[in-house]
T-cell receptor, first 113, second 117 residues
Framework: GNSVTQMEGPVTLSEEAFLTINCTYTATGYPSLFWYVQYPGEGLQLLLKATKADDKGSNKGFEATYRKETTSFHLEKGSVQVSDSAVYFCALREYSSASKIIFGSGTRLSIRP | EAGVTQFPSHSVIEKGQTVTLRCDPISGHDNLYWYRRVMGKEIKFLLHFVKESKQDESGMPNNRFLAERTGGTYSTLKVQPAELEDSGVYFC???????????????FGPGTRLTVL
């Protein structure tokens, strides 16, 4: 079945460091891909999305490119801030069902000042 | 515009008791979803309502879980009787119908943290 695999955390970085959180997926057809973020004490928020191959989603300095050839959707940010500390979830939505979202296990990111 | 709200934010119950979680979707959103995250693992889909009808309940773990959405507005998720393995965070999400009838971006609530002792 369809699935999402993302790098395990926790990930701890210093402020202004470069961030990469790896995500790969297994899916039939052409899923839409997402990164969700959960800040401490808050709900899940959509960070960015991409709906077809080679699309780049971006928001708040974060970027991820839909790579069909490598079935990947890695999250990157050039210079992280303390306020980026959160749990990040990679996810896909099956095109055929267009309903349920399949999530990865989440990566906890902590940024040191 | 108000987002998805969930009540309660936390619930602590003993094994064998009953708990009812409530979700109020964004006004006008026909699609309502329940998910849960158990023991820090991945967030898993439970079920999907379109208005008051269950569109997909393939993720419901067993018959101790009952979800309803009377009138197509808010939804409740009842766990009866609760077991230890039901502990986790229960998320609700809602969305408008997308193009060609597909579901659009899902907006999530803050979740209800359920602890079964």
């Amino acid at each position: 079945g369809n699935s999402v695999t993302q790098m395990e955390g926790p990930v701890t970085l210093s402020e202004e460091a470069f961030l990469t959180i790896n995500c790969t997926y297994t899916a039939t057809g052409y899923p839409s891909l997402f990164w969700y973020v959960q800040y401490p004490g808050e709900g899940l928020q959509l960070l960015l999305k991409a709906t077809k191959a080679d699309d780049k989603g971006s928001n708040k300095g974060f970027e991820a490119t839909y790579r069909k050839e490598t079935t990947s959707f890695h999250l990157e940010k050039g210079s992280v801030q303390v306020s980026d500390s959160a749990v990040y979830f990679c996810a896909l939505r099956e095109y055929s069902s267009a309903s349920k979202i399949i999530f990865g296990s989440g990566t906890r990111l902590s940024i040191r000042p | 515009e108000a987002g998805v709200t969930q009540f309660p934010s936390h619930s602590v119950i003993e094994k064998g008791q009953t708990v009812t979680l409530r979700c109020d979707p964004i006004s006008g959103h026909d699609n309502l979803y329940w998910y849960r995250r158990v023991m820090g693992k991945e967030i898993k889909f439970l079920l999907h309502f379109v208005k008051e009808s269950k569109q997909d309940e393939s993720g419901m773990p067993n018959n101790r879980f009952l979800a309803e959405r009377t009138g197509g507005t808010y939804s409740t998720l009842k766990v009866q009787p609760a077991e230890l393995e039901d502990s986790g965070v229960y998320f609700c999400a809602s969305s408008q119908p997308g193009l060609a009838g597909g579901a659009d971006t899902q907006y999530f609530g803050p979740g209800t943290r359920l602890t079964v002792l």
